[in-house]
């Protein structure tokens, strides 16, 4: 029997429920009787049943006889204690399940290693470790939250094929005011990257748990940082508004998705869906960002800000991945695109688009 074909398995699975089970990890869970899976599940959204559990109820009627008998594949450990949902430890045990392959132990503080033991206690069967960094990086959200006490931060920047983010002043036709219907002025930029580009953006948005952008980029741009191109989740937005610029006549400040504002300002009034935290605009500044997304329990978040907001993560060493597209337009003069440093560890072409995603394996080699 191949430990790794089931587990590869479970991984598979885990992908399916990513996002909605933030911010719970995404397990897989794969029943295997003899060579053959007779069950497979994956966590349900935030508040459902684990994937165990969904594993376990999936196995048809005529097969349930066959549960103690079986090896249950799981890309994490499962559960020993009482959240939302009972313990998966409990379940595994109510079935009898006999044998148990587990992919990573679970970093969570009410589990590492508490539920491995629970179930060699009871005289069961406990593998752990295959495909072990390929589980951890499928929750790389939830280990790098737990593990380092953070959210899993992602850059994500356009730049020109000569290394800017935007034009000068200078540059014919830099932007177009429209006045909407709602007395709202939409600017719109010239865009650096394809229509193909700018929807994975909005994908890459919808599996996301948080989105930041500072001050000039709403000023500028009045982006509204939601999916309207993919379907999905939109992630909540972080505003950097230090001196309480940004007034309601912005996009993100319409009530419509959950949005927390950090500013310098005391006493400012908080709305539904709109929060504000008071920090420090400091050198300790990506710090004090990365505690208030933790705060409130931010798995990861997406930065999509200019470059001083990019360039100040970048410069603290506080960023995991960060992806880069490259267009074809020259700008000549401009903004200058951050200076990355890390490992590029993939590139694609999106058309003409080139992306280059990069990891901070100095800050996060462990996942």
């Not at 310098?264 to 960002?289: C, G, K, V, W």
């Amino acid at each position: 029997m191949s430990h790794e074909k089931y587990m590869q398995r479970c991984l598979e699975l885990a992908q399916n429920g990513m996002r909605a089970a933030m911010p719970n990890p995404s397990v897989g869970a794969v029943l295997v009787h003899k060579g053959k899976i007779i069950g497979e599940g994956h966590t349900s959204p935030f508040g459902g049943p684990h994937g165990e559990v969904n594993c376990i109820n999936s196995v048809k009627q005529e097969h349930r006889h066959l549960i103690p008998d079986s090896t249950l594949y799981v890309s994490l450990e499962p559960c020993s204690h009482y959240g939302k949902t009972p313990p998966c430890c409990d379940l595994i045990l109510q079935h009898q399940i006999k044998n148990i392959v587990v992919g990573t132990l679970d970093p969570h503080e009410k589990v590492s290693g508490n539920g491995i033991k629970k179930l060699q206690q009871a005289g069961k069967t406990v593998t752990v470790g295959v495909l072990e960094k390929q589980c951890r990086e499928s929750n790389q959200r939830f280990f790098t939250f737990h593990e380092k006490k953070r959210s899993y931060i992602i850059l994500k920047w356009a730049e020109s094929a000569d290394g800017f983010l935007s034009p000068d002043s200078r540059y014919s036709n830099n932007s177009v005011s429209v006045l909407l219907e709602n007395n709202i002025t939409e600017k719109k930029p010239i865009w650096i990257t394809n229509s193909y580009s700018r929807q994975l953006v909005h994908k890459w948005r919808s599996e996301e748990h948080a989105i930041l952008v500072g001050t000039q980029t709403v000023i500028d741009d009045n982006p509204q940082l939601d999916v309207r191109s993919w379907t999905g989740p939109n992630p909540v937005r972080i505003i950097l508004d230090q001196f309480n610029r940004i007034d309601s006549s912005y996009f993100v400040k319409n009530l419509k998705i959950k949005t927390i504002v950090l500013t310098a300002q005391s006493n400012l009034t908080n709305l539904d869906n709109l929060t504000y935290e008071t920090i420090a605009f400091d050198e300790n500044l990506p710090n004090a960002i990365a505690g208030v997304l933790y705060k409130h329990n931010l798995l990861s978040v997406i930065i999509e800000g200019g470059r001083q907001t990019l360039q100040t993560f970048i410069d603290a060493g506080l960023w995991d991945e960060a992806r880069i597209f490259k267009g074809e337009t020259i700008f000549n003069n401009g903004t200058k695109a951050p200076e990355i440093t890390g490992a590029l560890i993939d590139r694609h072409s999106i058309q003409q688009d080139k992306l280059l995603i990069y990891k901070n394996y100095g800050e996060h080699d462990n996942i």
